[in-house]
């Protein structure tokens, strides 16, 4: 019997479209894990929140900023990272290099996260204001509010401390260690965007994006989370605790804002108006600083991610991070935290105007 040449039209897939589609079943794999931790922690704060607006609704009104912090801290905090463990503990995983950071190095990525912090905010606070002022919005967010209201040494201990390291692990150690074998502009990109989309909120979403892409960097970098929890929270402390604590006594003094309460406040007590806006310019040097030392790096090249060989691009590794299914489905649950926290409020106040 005579050999017969099989052969076939079927092209050899070339390193970068094998690459893609390794790419497109890591973001799957990853993205419908978050979501599910999204889906139970989103479905638990729901759930205690209803039943103690029903069995305690006078404590649960006057505790607010308490019982939200306290509710992030055991369902994220405690749930959401156990169940992130579980869920992703039989994926491949990488061990990434340990190098050191020297201190130098450390307070510039300080100076840098706070430019971005910045930067994120500025343009936050506008897209907030745009969605919710046509709707009985002040331009505040309900974040802010909780931490007005809320106990400072909770919010050192939730904010200042937890969220950091809780985040951190989430959004960075877990979710890169599987994820940068693809490719570290790959992994920097869910970690980022993961980590932006989780806060559930445009005010918010814009800074811990871009926060979210420079800590994924200084991870996968020296491969140690120790120095992103460290400026993770330097940010937060900054922020959350010294920020809204002068912002209290700030808004105390100036009592309803009238032009008449402000010119008697800075008559009488002072201190905690001057306090404020010197703190305020401050971070604005500091931001503006950051932003500088950022560009300088930029400009030099001081940041430079591994190459992947064979001319992949960016662009397709987006695109192909997005469109998947796990992907979807996570962004598919942070739309149910957008929603309420731009859809419901407007839907309140079109139905009141109707009443």
């Not at 017969?4 to 893609?20: A, G, I, W």
């Not at 989103?42 to 019982?67: C, E, M, R, T, W």
């Not at 369902?75 to 156990?82: D, E, H, P, Y």
């Not at 010294?242 to 105390?252: H, S």
């Amino acid at each position: 019997m005579n050999e017969m040449n099989v052969t076939t039209d079927e092209p050899q897939l070339t390193h970068c479209e094998v690459l893609y589609r390794e790419q497109h079943r890591a973001a799957s794999a990853i993205g419908w894990r978050y979501a599910v931790m999204g889906i139970v922690v989103i479905a638990l704060q729901f759930l205690a929140g209803a039943v103690l607006s029903v069995a305690a609704p006078d404590f649960y009104i006057n505790n607010l900023g308490f019982v939200s912090l306290l509710l992030t801290l055991v369902t994220f905090g405690v749930i959401g990272l156990l169940l992130v463990f579980l869920l992703t503990r039989n994926m491949n995983k990488v061990q990434i290099e340990k190098k050191r950071m020297p201190f130098g190095h450390l307070i510039l990525a300080i100076l840098i996260s706070a430019g971005f912090c910045g930067v994120g905010s500025i343009i936050g606070v506008f897209v907030h204001t745009l969605l919710t002022l046509p709707f009985g919005g002040d331009g505040s967010t309900d974040i802010s509010m909780i931490m007005l209201n809320s106990s400072m040494w909770l919010r050192i201990l939730v904010v200042g401390i937890g969220a950091p390291v809780i985040e951190e692990i989430i959004f960075r150690k877990f979710l890169i260690d599987r994820t940068v074998m693809f490719g570290e502009f790959f992994a920097i990109f869910l970690s980022g965007i993961f980590f932006g989309l989780f806060h559930g909120n445009f005010s918010q979403f814009f800074f811990a994006t871009l926060l979210g892409f420079f800590f994924a960097f200084i991870y996968i970098k020296t491969g140690n989370v120790l120095y992103t929890i460290i400026l993770h929270m330097v940010i937060n402390m900054t922020t959350s605790v010294v920020t809204t604590v002068l912002a209290g006594k700030y808004l105390n003094a100036i009592g309803d804002g009238t032009t008449e309460t402000v010119m008697n406040a800075l008559a009488t007590n002072p201190l905690p108006i001057v306090m404020y806006l010197l703190w305020i310019f401050v971070l604005f040097i500091i931001c503006l600083v950051g932003l500088i030392v950022f560009i300088v790096t930029v400009v030099k090249k001081k940041y430079k991610l591994t190459p992947v060989e064979g001319g992949c691009t960016k662009k397709k590794t987006i695109y192909v991070s997005i469109f998947n299914i796990g992907f979807l489905l996570f962004f598919a649950v942070t739309l149910i935290l957008f929603a309420n926290a731009y859809v419901l409020p407007a839907l309140q106040y079109i139905l009141s105007l109707e009443h």
